[in-house]
């Protein structure tokens, strides 16, 4: 057992779905000085949890991977009971890429799920940045993808990864939170870290973190096949094809209708799909 499971604490909060899977994961590691990374939602008792969790240690330093209510919500409440600093890689439009930024500009591709519109950090975290206590060294990785300003944090050979990387779901990319193009550069990214554990802040740790990464891409990958494939037969819309081509639940169609998106956008990009105006969430793409 590494230093950083022996220091360790999860704490699960009550908001499952089935985006969320059984719920946020919230870490506590130390025992004298606690950083607590993703304080999840604004849920009272799991605020009470979290601070049980931390025992007779200060609770030093709140890091949020990013600005999704199921991640950011508890963080000022938490630092309001705790004294403790809210670090993070800033405003929740941060980071966003320049074809995305253009994109929300124009204002029709819609998005913004979840986003925790009043979250701005004590502290901003570029990506390196390394924050240290007696018990702890956290480095911050910017690992945009499923959200612009996304940071993962490295502790020795252990990464807790946020949404980035899930052992048990592929995550949402959404437009323009979320960037296909950032997320291969982020899984490419964290497969060179060369950690031996991922820790999502949904469900399971990830305990062979290049086989999951590669099994991510290639899924992406395949997505993207299936999205050329499908225009062949005529232009069609997100969430045309979301619905062609996932088998889900209908309650699921509009999240896999915002995965489509961001691969038409990226697609869009390389020049292999165009649509007659600006990009919008209902545009009709054609293969080129």
């Not at 991977?65 to 919500?73: E, P």
């Not at 999205?227 to 309650?251: C, H, K, M």
Request: net charge negative; with cysteine.
């Amino acid at each position: 057992m590494t230093s950083t499971e022996k220091a360790l604490r999860i704490i699960t909060a009550d908001n499952p779905s089935p985006l969320t899977g059984p719920g946020t994961n919230t870490f506590l590691l130390g025992r004298d000085q606690v950083a607590v990374i993703d304080p999840g939602p604004d849920l009272p008792a799991h605020r009470q949890a979290i601070l049980a969790a931390a025992g007779h240690g200060r609770i030093s330093h709140i890091f949020v991977t990013h600005a999704h209510l199921d991640h950011s919500g508890g963080a000022r409440a938490l630092a309001q009971a705790t004294g403790a600093p809210i670090l993070g890689f800033g405003p929740a439009e941060a980071g966003r890429s320049a074809v995305m930024a253009r994109l929300a500009r124009e204002g029709g591709i819609a998005g913004g799920e979840g986003l925790d519109r009043d979250f701005l950090p004590d502290i901003a975290l570029a990506d390196g940045a390394a924050v240290e206590s007696d018990e702890w060294r956290l480095t911050a990785l910017h690992t945009p993808g499923h959200f612009a300003g996304h940071l993962s944090f490295r502790h020795e050979a252990v990464i807790f990864c946020g949404d980035v990387v899930m052992g048990w779901s592929s995550t949402l990319i959404s437009p323009p939170d979320g960037d296909l193009a950032d997320y291969f550069r982020s899984l490419a990214r964290l497969d060179s870290a060369g950690a031996r554990l991922l820790l999502p802040a949904h469900g399971a740790a990830v305990g062979d973190p290049a086989a999951r990464l590669a099994e991510l891409a290639a899924h992406r990958r395949e997505r993207t096949a299936q999205i050329l494939s499908a225009l062949r037969a005529g232009p069609a819309t997100a969430e045309n094809l979301a619905r062609r081509i996932y088998e889900v639940p209908p309650a699921l169609i509009p999240a896999a209708t915002r995965n489509v998106l961001a691969h038409l956008i990226a697609l869009s990009e390389l020049g292999a799909v165009s649509t007659p105006g600006p990009i919008a969430a209902d545009s009709e793409f054609s293969p080129h």
